[in-house]
């Protein structure tokens, strides 16, 4: 044993073709006599995929030739030894890289093993499910160190090429320090400000090595998309969505990670962006998930309805009325037996009236039914009571200019925000105001009063930490600011578009209600306030 030990210890990719070709015959040969050397064989040739930061001095080719000849090895091995794919899994997750490591570290492995997925399609999903787990490691890893600095970082994107030589991050030189100065009151401020330079550096090596990862990622899913067959893609698909509920859906720090599956969905809208969403739909309104799963569930729904520019106008309105209906639903059956607002009790509840007011502060416009034939077909479906019309007419509004009519989701909110459950108390403050600004400049609903008289009232609890305070300021697809990657992702994006400011029909009781309100952009930005490195980036 170790005999083949040291022979597996040989440096042989990097040497000529004739040397490459004997070695792989002779790594065939162990395991066709002896099975049990299939583990260090894996190992060593997994061990290859890292990035080498010393190329020998004999070498002859460059590291990506190497990493193809480790590649065909793999195969050949596995072609004698078909059962060796189980072996196989443990070894790629044995040499993982470890989140701290440098970003051709990261990029390397995960260019090699998505490869292998290629050729062994049976661990696909587990190779997967190992390249998202460590891309939301490293990107909560990155919202945490982010909560403790307020200073701007430089990011310079990763170039992928991994035949060039790389400089190891933690090595890299700091600037020299002059005029160094003995006096004490100076000591504590020049060690804070070196933690504070250490903390931004660190950081943007994690937000480079991040971006490197989704890149190779988007790459992955496009070359998926574009050549392999309709089954090998949702089987992709379907193991991103299990993957998703996993390692994603609950890590409330993510910030980037997301945004695979996003992309994933807009490659076939019809199909996987209509499955997440009833996906997510049923995380929300079965009674038996944890509260934590429903109400992460309802901030992704309402970020991806808001941002996702590739769904149509029924989408978005279906959506809205499947969320509304449900939300009716509960106030029903909860309503009746209120004694005062628990924000813990009903958490869920006002989780999905939030993303209601977000999704429509986003994309009002698709939610304004734009000819007879959807005003005609909507309207055979009305079943809002005359009683709850009164208050605003959703239908078409209020005020002299308000010739817009409404989807059939929007009918019932006003009996939502008037409910005893009184979510515009309880939704994020951000939001809540974002919303009666809109709703009011959209003519669609004027909710002022209800917010005067909420000021009056006290409600326990109400802003301690807990899983819906966590949420209120999580918006999972916040911009994307990832440099070298963002590119798959802007196309498909849905920005903020601000309203205008023409509110000629604005009374002066108006005017004064909206003095502690920003403007229309800068309050619907506040919104985004989700962890974000291009705070400290840009």
């Not at 309050?523 to 400290?536: F, H, L």
């Amino acid at each position: 044993m170790s005999l083949v030990e040291a022979a597996l210890q040989v440096d042989w990719s990097f040497r000529n073709r004739e040397f490459v070709n004997s070695y792989i015959d002779f790594l065939e040969n162990i395991v066709s006599a002896h099975a049990f050397y299939i583990v260090p064989i894996l190992n060593a040739i997994v061990g290859g995929f890292r990035f080498r930061h010393v190329v020998p001095a004999y070498s002859k080719v460059t590291r990506s030739v190497s990493y193809e000849r480790h590649h065909e090895a793999l195969q050949c091995i596995l072609q004698l030894i078909p059962t060796g794919v189980n072996s196989l899994v443990v070894c790629l997750v044995r040499h993982m890289p470890h989140k701290r490591f440098n970003t051709a570290e990261q990029a390397a492995y995960l260019k090699n093993i998505y490869t292998i997925s290629e050729y062994v399609p049976v661990i696909r999903r587990q190779i997967l499910g190992l390249a998202i787990d460590q891309m939301v490691r490293i990107d909560a890893q990155i919202q945490i160190e982010l909560d403790e600095i307020q200073e701007d970082v430089d990011i310079d994107p990763y170039d992928m090429n991994f035949d060039n030589d790389y400089m190891s991050e933690m090595s890299e030189d700091e600037e020299d320090e002059d005029n160094e100065d003995d006096d004490d009151e100076s000591i504590d401020s020049i060690a804070s400000l070196a933690e504070k330079n250490d903390t931004a550096k660190e950081i943007s090596f994690m937000v480079r090595k991040l971006d490197a990862m989704m890149n190779l990622s988007f790459q992955y899913f496009t070359k998926c998309y574009e050549n392999t067959t309709v089954d090998v893609q949702n089987d992709i698909f379907y193991a991103m969505v299990d993957i998703f509920d996993r390692v994603v859906l609950k890590t409330l720090k993510s910030r980037y990670t997301q945004f695979l599956l996003f992309y994933f969905c807009s490659l076939n809208v019809a199909v996987y962006s209509d499955h997440f969403l009833q996906h997510l739909i049923h995380h929300i309104t079965d009674p038996l998930k944890p509260s934590v799963t429903r109400v992460a569930a309802s901030a992704y729904i309402s970020s991806y309805v808001a941002r996702a520019k590739f769904l149509e106008s029924s989408t978005i309105q279906r959506t809205i009325l499947t969320l509304s209906s449900w939300c009716e639903s509960y106030v029903d059956q909860n309503e009746p037996t209120m004694k005062n607002l628990d924000c813990n009790k009903h958490d869920v509840f006002y989780a999905v009236v939030q993303a209601i007011m977000y999704i429509f502060c986003f994309r009002w416009r698709d939610l304004v039914l734009d000819n007879s034939l959807d005003i005609e077909e909507d309207l055979e479906e009305d079943t809002v009571s005359e009683d709850i019309r009164h208050i605003t007419h959703p239908e078409t509004g209020f005020g002299s200019a308000a010739p817009r009519v409404w989807c059939l989701g929007l009918r019932n909110i006003p009996r939502l925000v008037m409910s005893r459950l009184n979510p515009l108390k309880i939704c994020s403050p951000a939001v809540v105001r974002q919303f009666a600004k809109i709703a009011r400049s959209t003519h669609f609903m004027y909710v002022y009063p209800i917010l005067e008289k909420n000021r009056e009232i006290f409600v326990s609890g109400l802003g301690m930490s807990n899983t819906l305070q966590t949420v209120q300021t999580f918006f999972p697809f916040d911009p994307y600011k990832l440099e070298s990657s963002r590119g798959y992702i802007d196309r498909i994006y849905f920005e903020w578009i601000a309203e205008d400011d023409d509110e000629d029909d604005s009374s002066g009781d108006e005017d004064s209600e909206d003095e502690s309100d920003e403007d229309v952009t800068h309050g619907i930005m506040s919104m985004s306030i989700s962890p974000s490195p291009m705070n400290y980036l840009e």
